[in-house]
Structure formats: structure tokens, C-alpha cells
T-cell receptor
């Protein structure tokens, strides 16, 4: 079965700094989803990537899909306290259900 | 706000008991998915319903069951509860749940604590 590994597990950055979160799959990625979760709350959809080389941006968050490497990265530019939370990548493995990574906990301090 | 609603928000019960979690999908969405999030297992897919029919099953225990009603809301029934069932239970919905790529929108979750 497909597994997703996220790195780092935890990240503490100063406000204004850039950061990158990686998501690596054990199998071919057909669709890769990024979600953000505030502690103990629901998941907020950020972006979906479908094709190798695809790159999407929303405000200060950019996600890329490297199909060959079976990897996706999420980059936050000029981080703000509002970016704090848990970032989860999910893959559909060409089925309807989503397999999720273990999550990256991001803290941003002033 | 994703448009997916879940009730109750919190639930505290005892071992051996049975509870029902409820989910209303976004308006127009036909597919409902249930996920369990725990500290040791992470976020795991349990089951999917599409327009009233079970479509996919994941790591759902036999003590758990779900259904989707004609008005498309769904219920997840958890019985003979054990301490290890304590977790956040999420419902998500998508327009059709077909084989194409569809974004799943998540509800706020139900936090279950089994004592």
C-alpha cells in the first residue's frame, strides 16, 4: 500500500522566514493534495497537483509536484503567525480514498 | 468554512457504549468519506459512500458501521467502544467521488473521548 512520508516532522521558524515542507511517496503519485489543519480542528484544502512538474500558488504558499521523484514540496514565503498549524499531504493513489502523510507541525514566532 | 457540518463537536462516553456521529455534506456533493485521526495512527480513511451506496472501505473495524441516507447526510456508528477508539473523526465530501480527481472538503470533526 502507498505510504507518504513528510519532512520535517516539526518546524519552528521566525516570522518573515521562508520554509519548505516535503512529501515523499512510496508509489507513483497520481494526485497530490495539500491540507492545513489548525490544532484539533478540521482540514482546510490548500492545493491539488495532478501532473508532474505542476506548480500552484495561493497567496504566499507554492506547491510543486515532481512525479519522477514521487515527491511534492510546499514552500511558504515570508511566513506569518497565521501560517502556523499542521500541514498534511494526501495522495489518492488513483482511487477515491486519500492516504495522508504524518503531517508537519509548523510554528511561527514573532 | 468548508460547508461540511458534523455533530456533535465533542462526545465523551464510556467503554462498551455505542455512539452515532452525523455528517451533512456540502450542498450538491454526492460522496461522503469518513476518516479517523489519532495520535498514533495519523489520519486514516475509514469508508466512503456515494449517493447512498458504499463505494470504498478502508481500515474500518467491524464494530463500526456507516450509512448514507436519501438526503445524503451520513452517520457513522461506533459500538462496543474501547479506549483506543478515542480520536477525532472527520467527514469529508466531494461532488461525485468518481474516478477523476476531486477535492475532498472536510468538516470540523467530532472529538470522541472514551473513558
Amino acid at each position: 500500500s502507498q505510504e507518504l512520508e513528510q519532512s520535517p516532522q516539526s518546524l519552528i521558524v521566525q516570522e518573515g522566514k521562508n520554509l519548505t515542507i516535503n512529501c515523499t511517496s512510496s508509489k507513483t503519485l497520481y494526485g497530490l493534495y495539500w491540507y492545513k489543519q489548525k490544532y484539533g480542528e478540521g482540514l482546510i484544502f490548500l492545493m491539488m497537483l495532478q501532473k508532474g512538474g505542476e506548480e500552484k500558488s495561493h497567496e504566499k504558499i507554492t506547491a510543486k509536484l515532481d512525479e519522477k521523484k514521487q515527491q511534492s514540496s510546499l514552500h511558504i514565503t515570508a511566513s506569518q503567525p497565521s501560517h502556523a498549524g499542521i500541514y498534511l499531504c494526501g495522495a489518492d493513489g488513483n482511487t477515491d480514498k486519500l492516504i495522508f502523510g504524518t503531517g508537519t507541525r509548523l510554528q511561527v514566532f514573532p | 468554512d468548508s460547508g461540511v457540518t458534523q455533530t456533535p463537536k465533542h462526545l465523551i462516553t464510556a467503554t462498551g457504549q455505542r455512539v452515532t456521529l452525523r455528517c451533512s455534506p456540502r450542498s450538491g456533493d454526492l460522496s461522503v468519506y469518513w476518516y479517523q485521526q489519532s495520535l498514533d495512527q495519523g489520519l486514516q480513511f475509514l469508508i466512503q459512500y456515494y449517493n447512498g451506496e458504499e463505494r470504498a472501505k478502508g481500515n474500518i473495524l467491524e464494530r463500526f458501521s456507516a450509512q448514507q441516507f436519501p438526503d445524503l447526510h451520513s452517520e457513522l456508528n461506533l459500538s462496543s467502544l474501547e479506549l483506543g477508539d478515542s480520536a477525532l473523526y472527520f467527514c469529508a465530501s466531494s461532488p461525485s467521488g468518481g474516478r477523476g480527481r476531486e477535492t475532498q472538503y472536510f468538516g470540523p470533526g467530532t472529538r470522541l473521548l472514551v473513558l
